[in-house]
């Protein structure tokens, strides 16, 4: 039982994760707020007639100080959150003396605005809280410095006007980033939990996955040879004389079940050693894999069968090569099993073709053919569509697990009485 409790989650990995969030955030605001100066220049040169001089000077600081600093910003080793706290200290020397060159009229005007300015920072920002705590003290004591030396507004007026609206809008900007931050710590701490839980589920799913395939390759492999030893003793039996022809006839079915549960065994086998290896890229020559099936087809077919081969194109394809002759071996010896019993002369055709993105393997006969709504059932582990011919089912199924693991595709076309093709898909970008 997989179970994460969120203090398990490395407080240094959040903090890590969330500087590594908020960086390039902080960036991009550090940028807009210096760009702002330009235009916000033009605001103070139409609003103040004194010292303008003065004010050109803090914008431009305003202006390059970040740009240069974020330009530098790896050499020196800070990052955004720091970045855009000097520009704030910056903006807040600079907001502090214009508040006091202001006449009391128009100082509303701009605490308003650097109001705004304050609570869409906290929206944006996601830094620590001294920052932000910092920011407001330094903004204040440069406040009173310049109201000492330049204000000409009555103390009383500039507390009402200037100082209760731009540090309330300072305060509720801090909550803001502090909640915020809150929120973000929380939901990355839910993140790294979920991540950490589903990486140990999937370490745990492979551990069982490899068990239960190693179960399986050890429980078939162990039957196998009992099996054939059974085999061979029915062979043995049913060759002494004494035997009555209804025993030698008991005898032949047995030997039927024991080739049926052999080939069971050795689809599972199949399918185990399909999961449990990794896919091996070599080539593979066509002619070759028409020998193997070629001196296969000696055993299940008993020449009633014609084989027809056509190569067009590709003679050499760079594929997993026993995961391919698995694949052609299994719908070569469907074709055959389930061909017609009638009169009509039986075949199996076996062609390749390219197209500009695949390799096509196509493997068609004029067989029994299979009903369309049993077309895509016929792939299920141990689906049979009748059990009138000996099989386990278990064939297309391997069949399209192992075109899964290759990236390639199969596809059936087939008729009842008709025949049927089935075309394998193999992507070329693996040739
Ligand atoms: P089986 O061991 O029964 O052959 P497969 O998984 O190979 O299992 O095939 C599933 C079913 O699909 C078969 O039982 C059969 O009914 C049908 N089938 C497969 N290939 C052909 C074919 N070439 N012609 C007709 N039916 C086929």
Known sequence: MIDITLQEVKQDEIKKELVARTDQNQVNVTIAGAIAQAFWFIF????????????????????????ILILFRKKVGLNGSQCFLITSALLSVLISYILNSYDENILLIYVFCYSI????????ANWELEYSLIFVVFSLVTNLIFYNTISTIPVDVYIVKCLVPLYSSALISLLMINNRRKILIHE??????????????EEQKNKINAELDFLIYSISHDLRSPLMSVKGLITLISETEDISENVKNYLKMANVSIDRLDQTIYDILEYSKNSRTDVQFEKLNIRELVELINSDLKFYNDNSVDFQINIIGAEEIYADKKRIITVVKNLVSNAVKYSKTSSEPSFVKFETRQTPEYIELIVSDNGIGIPKDQHQRIFEMFYRVSSRRNGSGLGLFIVKEILEKLGGTITVESEPNIGSTFTVRLPKSYQ
């Open 44 to 67: 103070d040169f139409m609003l103040i007639e004194q010292n303008i001089s003065c004010l050109f000077i803090g914008r431009l600081l305003v202006l390059f100080i970040p740009l």
């Open 117 to 124: 300015l304050f609570v869409c920072a906290g929206a944006l």
């Open 188 to 201: 990355l701490k839910i993140t790294r939990a979920l991540e950490l839980s589903n990486s140990r589920l």
